[in-house]
């Protein structure tokens, strides 16, 4: 089995303002040390409005902490009001975008197109994207739980292929987790994750095993250890949690 490094991604969603963003990063730095990176291969994704105030920290401070966005679009430019191109995102030092997330679908209206759109127009620009999935309740409920999953992955890849696919992270969400304080046990998570590689397997078999799987889902210091201890759990996308720099970095040291 090859060895994937972990990954631990905190998506803040529309918190912080750009002197918080600076802040936060700081704060994070100090209570990391080169140890640290080495082992876990640590993303921030702030709002748009913070994404230079995070550059300009991470690039003055030499700092080994990469940088994400939270949403893209898929036109290169135009007449788009309100929305951010991938050149846009790149010429910030942008490593890897959040794409398909449970609340742009689910408030938003994206759709599996869209969010197809926005992973190839993604790697188009040079980075990476973060491809969230994941089922409802109801769904769950209901044991279409990996039926759902399988369909958003297969829908979210069409037309990636070759070192794109294998590059390509896999968030899986249960949307009955996120922001709930619900968390899936850490075997169903493991086995959902291992249905995401499985799947992802079927779409392109040489990068089955590449590919990290994440899992996100009220991630926090008390559940992550459990979480990473499954093989095919890569590391997380972390909500609430990644907005304390504290928790965070109780996150990413996960093994202590």
């Not at 991470?58 to 893209?72: F, K, P, W, Y």
């Not at 188009?124 to 994941?134: D, Y």
């Not at 409920?141 to 070759?162: F, Y």
Request: hydrophobic share 40%; with cysteine.
């Amino acid at each position: 089995m090859m060895t994937r490094k972990s990954l631990i991604v905190g998506n803040w969603k529309m918190n912080s303002s750009h002197l918080e963003t600076i802040q936060m990063v700081q704060k994070l730095s100090y209570r990391l040390d080169v140890g640290d990176y080495s082992r876990v291969e640590v993303v921030i994704c702030p709002p748009f409005t913070s994404l230079r105030s995070a550059q300009t920290v991470i690039e003055t401070d030499h700092l080994s902490i990469r940088l994400g966005a939270q949403n893209v679009d898929w036109h290169d430019n135009g007449a788009f009001t309100g929305e951010i191109a991938p050149s846009m995102l790149s010429k910030l030092s942008v490593r890897y975008v959040i794409v398909g997330h449970s609340e742009r679908r689910q408030i938003f209206g994206e759709t599996d197109e869209t969010v197809n759109r926005k992973l190839k127009a993604v790697l188009a620009a040079g980075m990476t994207p973060i491809l969230c999935v994941g089922e409802t309740e109801q769904e769950r409920d209901a044991d279409q739980a990996e039926s759902r999953v399988a369909s958003q992955i297969a829908e979210g890849l069409a037309g990636v292929s070759g070192d794109h696919l294998a590059s390509t992270v896999i968030a899986y969400e249960p949307i009955w987790a996120i922001g709930t304080g619900k968390t899936a046990s850490s075997d169903d998570a493991g086995s959902m994750c291992t249905l995401v590689r499985t799947t992802v397997e079927s779409v392109g078999h040489a990068a089955g095993e590449s590919v990290r799987v994440l899992y996100g889902g009220s991630v926090n210091p008390g559940n992550i250890a459990g979480l990473m201890a499954k093989r095919d759990i890569d590391g997380a996308l972390v909500g609430g949690a990644s907005l304390d720099p504290d928790s965070f970095a109780s996150v990413v040291r996960f093994w202590v």
